[in-house]
């Protein structure tokens, strides 16, 4: 949600990786930034931690299209993007999610990060919005008492999948992720007495 | 109300521009007088602290100190830089040198948590607890307490299985220690293992600031969130160095440890 994004920029030039970094900084888009300067160096540290966004220039790749498809595999939520400063052919830019080259405007390249980090959430969520819908709340009270994610579906004659939408949304509109956090919330907002949860 | 003369005014003024300038955007290197960052933002006393840095600084810049300190200069820029601004770019080459040094750190680190500011955020809870506020305090130091016995289980996990392994690795590698001894472990189980712990914090202080009403109390409540937010900071830093620095590190120690070994059997 509101997590800080760890993004990874692969480059043998540090003149590249530096200033790309100092780039994205200046505009405001706040991460953790990495760097790498060959293949081995980014899985390494695809080993350490989910890696959002993995900024990477194509000759790291192109002899190497095999171990690349092993390293998506590795971390399947990781996307892609090719910096092209040069020519590359497209049967191996068509390995990547998305590629920017060295001439366009900073605007765009950050533009082209936050599409690809931010695309999924913005399909589910929206914008957080302050009341809960009427079976957000009902959700909301079983998941309070202590009721599992079967137990509500079964409760309230939904899917697993749907109880654990209508989680995600609590969370999101609340910003409170943890059931013992939500259960906090739901006894303040007295959708639940406090003797059901301390008794 | 005391009146600043106005020359006196100024210079404070500008002392304090001074100051932002090196919280804000200064690129620390090795000649940086320590003691200079160190005003410009006061969170660098944690690290300090973990690295078993002692006040006064005097006039001694930060290569000096890391050097007295056995810390490579650019490890102690990498972490001091995460201090000063989180978003700051890591370049993780560092070498099995390191290790020790991390090593230090993270256990100083762990120390100050279940030692010191825990037990100091459980106090503040404590103190909380007045009449009118009964209800609220009695669920906030709940979900204080389970949120504190999780991330002792995780403390002490790295405590006594991850850094003795690492450890080990290192004497092997660096011919200190003999073959075996390794279990069969690998960095490789020891991965997201921080992000509950980040989440429920994250969780206490969103209650705190957006929906926990209370009638008494505004001071502890105050004092209760600033402490959050130093425990906050000081552990998105530590699982920083984790994920992206000793893991990466460890990693790479590995495959050295695999290759030598297959080498050997040839």
């Known amino acids: ?199 | 109300m005391t009146l600043v003369p106005p020359n006196q005014r100024d210079f404070f003024i500008f002392k304090k521009r001074d100051i932002m300038k090196i919280a804000g955007n200064i690129n620390l290197t090795a000649d940086t007088r320590l003691s200079d960052a160190v005003s410009g933002n006061p969170f660098l006393l944690l690290l300090l602290e973990h690295f078993e840095i002692d006040l006064p600084l005097q006039e001694k810049t930060l290569g000096e100190i890391a050097a007295e300190h056995r810390i490579s200069p650019e490890l102690f820029m990498t972490f001091a830089n995460l201090y000063l601004d989180l978003h700051h770019g890591i370049d993780p080459q560092f070498s099995g040198d390191d290790i020790s040094a991390i090593l230090r750190f993270l256990k100083n680190s762990h120390r100050y948590y279940s030692e010191e500011i825990y037990p100091e955020i459980l106090s503040t809870i404590g103190e909380m607890n007045q009449p009118g506020n009964r209800e609220e305090t009695v669920m906030i130091k709940k979900f204080f307490d389970e949120y504190f016995s999780e991330v002792k289980v995780h403390l002490d996990y790295e405590n006594d299985t991850v850094f003795p392994y690492i450890l080990h690795l290192y004497e092997r590698l660096s011919g200190e220690a003999g073959q075996g001894g390794i279990r069969n472990y690998s960095v490789a189980e020891y991965r997201e293992h921080h992000d509950d712990i980040e989440e429920k914090l994250d969780d206490l202080k969103n209650l705190l600031i957006q929906y926990l009403p209370m009638k008494e109390g505004r001071l502890m409540r105050r004092k209760l969130l600033f402490s959050l937010f130093e425990l906050e900071h000081d552990l998105k830093i530590h699982s920083h160095i984790e994920d992206f620095i000793l893991i990466p590190l460890v990693a790479s120690m590995e495959e050295q440890l695999n290759r030598a070994q297959l080498n050997g059997s040839r």
């Open chain 1, 1 to 199: 949600m509101n997590r800080s994004l760890n993004i990874l920029i692969a480059d043998p030039s540090e003149l590249i990786t530096a200033g790309l970094t100092a780039i994205l900084n200046g505009h405001n888009l706040k991460a953790l930034y990495l760097k790498a300067e060959s293949l081995d160096d980014i899985q390494r540290l695809l080993t350490g931690k989910s890696i959002d966004i993995v900024v990477v220039n194509p000759s790291l790749i192109q002899n190497n299209a095999r171990a690349f498809s092993t390293l998506r595999n590795l971390s399947a939520q990781t996307r892609w993007i090719a910096l092209i400063y040069s020519y590359y052919e497209e049967r191996l830019l068509s390995l990547f999610d998305a590629s920017v080259t060295v001439n366009d405007p900073p605007e765009k390249i950050v533009s082209v990060i936050r599409e690809l980090a931010t695309g999924e959430e913005a399909v589910n969520g929206g914008m957080p919005d302050a009341g809960l819908s009427e079976r957000e709340i009902e959700v909301l009270r079983l998941l309070a008492s202590g009721m599992a994610t079967k137990e509500i579906a079964d409760a309230l004659n939904i899917s697993t999948n749907t109880v654990i939408t209508h989680r995600k949304n609590i969370s999101f509109k609340t910003g409170i992720k943890s059931v013992s956090g939500l259960t906090i919330y739901a006894v303040v907002k007295k959708l639940i007495t406090l003797g059901s949860v301390t008794g």
